[in-house]
Each structure stands twice: as C-alpha cells, then as structure tokens.
T-cell receptor
Framework: EAGVAQSPRYKIIEKRQSVAFWCNPI?????LYWYQQILGQGPKLLIQ????????DSQLPKDRFSAERLKGVDSTLKIQPAKLEDSAVYLC?????????????FGPGTRLTVT | KQEVTQIPAALSVPEGENLVLNCSFT??????LQWFRQDPGKGLTSLLL?????REQTSGRLNASLDKSSGRSTLYIAASQPGDSATYLC???????????FGPGTRLSVLP
C-alpha cells in the first residue's frame, strides 16, 4: 500500500512570494489533514478535510493560507503572501473515516524556508 | 482548549536500558491517543494508537498505557537500541478524528 505522498520536499522563497504544496493521501482515506511544524515544536493542525468538505480550519490563517480538496482525493495548500514566520515543515496526513480508530498516517513533509 | 505536554524534553540513555516517556493532557474527553516517532528531517511514523476505552497497547518492545481520568499516557520502551534514537510525540484526538493536538515531543538518544 502506497503511503501519503507530498511534493515538493523542499522549497525556498522570498517573503511576499506565494507557494503551493501538494498532498495525495493513502487510497481510500476520506480524511485529510494539513499540519504546520515549526522547528522544535509538535505539529499544529491547520485544516482537516472529510472527503471534499472542511471539518476544521479554526487554526488556519485565512488571510494568507488557503487549502482545497476539490475531488475528495488530493489536496493543495497555498500561502500567499508568505512571511518569514511561515518557515516550517508542512505535513500532510490521512486517515480512514467511520468505523476506524482515526489512526493518522503522515507523509514526509515539505520543508519551507522563507528568506 | 486541549494542551499536551511531554516530559522529559530530552533523554539520553545507554543501550539496553528500559525507559518511560510521559505525556499529559488537560482535557480528559479524548477519543484516542496516538504515539509517533519522528526521525530528523522526516515525517511522523505511527507507533501505537490507544482508543479511549482501552488501557494499553503493545507492539514489540513498545507498550503504551492510557489513564484518561488523570490525563496521562506513558510509552515504555524495553531494551533500548541506538536505532530507537528519535523524537517521540504523543497526540490526542476528539471524536471523528477532530481536534488532534500534539505534544512538543521528547528527544531520545540511545548511546551504544
């Protein structure tokens, strides 16, 4: 079974530029999560999708961050414009829906550096 | 608001020792608790998941326990090996996989 795929693995941009990250969850996983992990901290949930609907985006900085999962499969997270404090690893995770334990499986992450 | 803490922040032990990592959470109304391992520059690997109705889960040399009423979980690693060196994170979740909150992690070094 293929794992969670993310691209790119690394990205360096200047502040005020825009950037997009892509995630493809494990096949059949209805729930998809995006997390931000700042160096030395645990991941922080940004947004949770169930199929193509948003379940929780309470911690997503909506003035600059956006995310979509149009067909209920892969997802894109965008930052526009980027700030220095957005430098972090962006992790995508997925889990099965009902009838499961909601165990989360993570991708390798995208390391973003904003200069 | 759920808060998760982990003690200690870092731990260094000689190979072969048994060790315990601690995780505490402030709101006991959780659906599950998951322990992860993170190697430098890598994503998270799920180690064990405990449902709120369970008291413990075991996988190989790992045993995780959950005391929901006191807001605590422990991860026990038996006969530690250098390959166990990594950061260990716990996270608690609410119903329907929502409100997943991570602790800051414990950085473990197992010395040969």
């Amino acid at each position: 079974e293929a794992g969670v795929a993310q691209s790119p693995r690394y990205k360096i941009i200047e502040k005020r530029q825009s950037v997009a990250f892509w995630c493809n969850p494990i096949s059949g996983h209805a729930t998809l999560y995006w997390y931000q992990q700042i160096l030395g901290q645990g991941p922080k949930l940004l947004i949770q999708f169930q199929n193509n609907g948003v379940v929780d985006d309470s911690q997503l900085p909506k003035d600059r961050f956006s995310a979509e999962r149009l067909k209920g499969v892969d997802s894109t997270l965008k930052i526009q414009p980027a700030k220095l404090e957005d430098s972090a690893v962006y992790l995508c995770a997925s889990s099965l829906l009902a009838g499961s334990s909601y165990e989360q499986y993570f991708g390798p992450g995208t390391r973003l550096t904003v200069t | 608001k759920q808060e998760v803490t982990q003690i200690p922040a870092a731990l260094s032990v000689p190979e072969g020792e048994n060790l315990v990592l601690n995780c505490s959470f402030t709101d006991s109304a959780i659906y599950n608790l998951q322990w992860f391992r993170q190697d430098p520059g890598k994503g998270l690997t799920s180690l064990l998941l405990i449902q709120s109705s369970q008291r413990e889960q075991t996988s190989g040399r790992l045993n995780a326990s959950l005391d929901k009423s006191s807001g605590r979980s422990t991860l026990y690693i038996a006969a530690s090996q250098p390959g166990d060196s990594a950061t260990y994170l716990c996270a608690v979740g609410g119903p329907y996989g929502q409100n997943f909150v991570f602790g800051p992690g414990t950085r473990l070094s197992v010395l040969p």
